[in-house]
Structure formats: C-alpha cells, structure tokens
C-alpha cells in the first residue's frame, strides 16, 4: 500500500549504482556473446509457491518431467550441436533427482547455484543465508561441485543477498535486467560485488511456452518465439553485446519447445561471430580484461 510514508521512504538514487559496462572486445574471432543458460528447478518451482503442492501429485508431474524427460532431452540436443552450458541448479532438486544432476555434471556442462526450496529472495527474509548454505551443501554433498555462479530463484535479489553472495565466493550472478554487457556490482559499502552477466524477459522461456497450471498465457506459436529469439539475437549481434538464456527444462524439455530450441540453437550456431559459452567462460574473459584495464590505469598514473 502506498501511503506518503513509503513513497518517503524511497531512495532518491538508482537502486542499481554499478558503473558503466566496461567496454572490451569478446576473444578472437568472436563479436558478440550469448550465455547459453538453463534453470533446473524441478518440483521446487511448484513447492515454492505453496509447500501444500508437494501433496498435489499433478502440479507436481509438471517440475518432474525435467528428471524423467525435460533434461535428458536438452542434454542430448546440447551433445549433439557440441555446446556446453550453464544449469543453475536447485539445492532440492539435487537432492531429489541425484542421477538428474549427475548426468549434467558428466555431459560437461557447469552448474551454478539456484537456492535450495526456490524460495523468492524478499527484503528481510530470515531464510536468505539458509537458503544459500543449504544451496552449497547440497552441490558439493551430492556432486563435489562448489559453484562460481548464482542465478536468483524468480529473479529476484536484495542488497543483502548482493553482499552475502561476495562473502559465499560466488564470482559471477545472472539475473538483473539492466544492461547488454557484462558489468561489475558494487556493493552498499563501496565494495566491489559480482560479475553481472544480465538476462532479458525476451529469453525466458516460461513467457512463451510453459503450459503452466492455470496460467493465464496461451502457448505462442514456435515461428512466433524463434522471430522473437533471432530478432534479439541479431540486433545484439550488431551491437557486439550478449544474450543470455533462461530456459527451463519443464518447458524447452517439451517436444515442441524442443524443436524450437533445436532450430535456434542451429541458427545461433551458424553465426560465425556469435560466442556461444557459459557463465564462467564469459566471467573468467571479463576478469581477465578486468585485471589488464587496472594494470594499464596503474602504469598511466606512475
Ligand atoms: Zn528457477
């Protein structure tokens, strides 16, 4: 409710004040990037909502086709057009679906952090530090993994997420929505935060696919998706930035969301200046012009 004691209560600065992307080129001979990224959300995407749905056996059929099919299909898609890619994995669906996130961690592919329960990170909440470490023991208990990367369970963060992230030793996230390149956080106390390797509504697949329980939205068309994705993809493309994907098993592991990706992917592929990777591929290159760009800064004012 907004009253004039909240509207008073708002900063009169950008919520986000991380510099400018820097400017640097993306490697040899690529002009353009895209973070080729997956969200395994399993049942957790359901229970999140309402812990009552883990009793409702047809809400939860929805996150289970990604184990029983949603998965092995997109890693079977990504061996086949020899891309490897990121999973930001939940920590319940590690633990409910082990051979699931066995099967990504042997095809190659990285997996980042997603929460444990997917529960929505909310200013205040008491569970944000919980969620995190339970995150982390699950990855590493059940696959050795400890994660670089963090993508926020529906895409939501707050400042103290921000600064526990750095503390945890995530290097890069992936869910804020405001830039094309990749860009620094800076944190409340002046501190340097995260990578940020930024995401677009226009490549979450739930927006335009998932046959989700009583959603309001109809399923679009594939011609009208992949005019969409190759529309974004181009322009990007000329603007030597990135995309990142956000794509979920439960809908781009469908047969038809399936095809769709597939002949995306095709398309991506054949684009010769396009930089198809992963969220450490893409931080690690930052970081590395990152150091050289404070190194020349260091040498300029001697
Ligand atoms: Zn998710």
């Excluded at 092995?72 to 930001?88: H, I, S």
């Excluded at 030793?169 to 860009?183: L, N």
């Excluded at 930035?241 to 002949?263: D, F, I, K, N, Y």
Aim: net charge negative; aromatic share 10%.
């Amino acid at each position: 409710m907004l009253d004039s004691k909240a509207l008073a209560s708002i900063p009169l600065i950008p919520a986000n004040t991380a510099p400018p992307a820097p400017d640097y080129p993306w490697p040899k001979p690529y002009t353009s990037a895209m973070f080729l990224s997956f969200d395994v959300d399993a049942e957790s995407a359901w229970t999140s909502k309402d812990a009552l749905h883990a009793q409702r056996l047809i809400t939860m059929s929805y996150g289970g086709y990604e184990a029983r099919v949603g998965t092995p299909k997109l890693l079977e898609l990504l061996d086949q057009l020899d891309l490897k890619a990121t999973f930001f994995v939940t920590g319940w669906s590690v633990d409910a679906h082990p051979a699931m996130a066995e099967a990504i961690l042997k095809a190659g592919h990285e997996i980042g952090h997603h929460g444990y329960h997917h529960l929505l990170p909310d200013p205040g909440d008491p569970w944000i530090e919980e969620e995190l470490e339970r995150g982390f023991e699950a990855l590493k208990r059940r696959l050795g993994v400890k994660p670089i990367g963090y993508r926020a369970p529906y895409g939501e963060f707050t400042e103290e997420l921000r600064a526990a992230l750095v503390r945890h030793g995530i290097v890069y996230t992936s869910s804020f929505r405001d830039d094309v390149r990749p860009y620094r956080h800076l944190l409340a106390d002046g501190r340097p935060g995260t990578i940020e390797l930024p995401v677009t509504a226009s490549y979450d697949d739930w927006m335009h696919g998932l046959s989700a329980r009583f959603s309001p939205r109809s399923i679009f068309p594939k011609e009208h998706v992949l005019s969409i994705w190759k529309d974004e993809l181009d322009e990007v493309r000329d603007w030597g930035a990135m995309v990142t994907t956000v794509l979920h098993p439960q809908c781009s592991g469908r047969p038809m969301r399936l095809r769709l990706l597939r002949e995306f992917l095709t398309y991506a592929k054949s684009c010769s200046d396009l930089w198809i990777t992963t969220g450490e591929a893409i931080a690690a290159n930052f970081q590395s012009h990152e150091t050289a760009a404070a190194s020349r800064a260091d040498q300029a004012s001697r």
